[in-house]
């Protein structure tokens, strides 16, 4: 009689310890995705100001905003990056080169996400010296994998910001 009483409640709370855990490690895979994002972005070789439309390579934010999605799929995070379409600053040849864009990200049951990479952010050092500096930011929301309709669904944040190397 007191296991038919205290299972239910044994139950939930397993449910609820095990939905925390994949919340937690979701959370850091996402936050380590920005961070690699961003450590490429910081490189002169991906600056979009010093791409040229014209040298055939691919643009320096959708190779970005690919290699984020690479890192979410190889932590079990299947998305795709619809980078070409959405980043819509690498087709165009501006002068000056717009430095920032967003790319939407795809499947592996996310509803919505996106990755928005800023390559000219700034900030101003104690010693009144001013740096150019690259922001990675990721943002999706999934359903819960445990009691989908009990937690409902999650929206993920991470966000990294290196010093340019340009």
């Not at 190889?74 to 920032?100: H, L, M, R, Y």
Request: glycine residues 10%.
């Amino acid at each position: 009689m007191e296991m038919v009483m205290i299972l239910p409640v044994l139950t939930i709370l397993f449910l609820g310890i095990v939905q925390f855990g994949l919340v937690l490690r979701e959370h850091q895979v996402v936050q380590n995705a920005a961070r690699e994002g961003a450590r490429l972005s910081m490189l002169p070789n991906y600056s979009r100001k010093q791409w040229n439309t014209s040298s055939g390579s691919a643009c320096p934010l959708s190779t970005i905003a690919n290699v984020v999605a690479q890192y979410l799929s190889t932590e079990g995070i299947s998305v795709t990056a619809d980078a070409e379409a959405d980043i819509a600053n690498c087709s165009k040849t501006i002068d000056p080169a717009p430095t920032s864009g967003s790319a939407g990200l795809t499947g592996g049951g996310v509803s919505s996400a996106t990755v928005t990479i800023d390559q000219n952010v700034t900030t101003t050092l104690s010693d009144g010296t001013t740096v150019g500096m690259s922001k990675v930011s990721i943002s999706y929301t999934k359903s819960a994998l445990v009691g989908g309709s009990f937690f409902g669904s999650f929206t993920y944040k991470g966000e990294a910001v290196f010093r340019n190397l340009y």
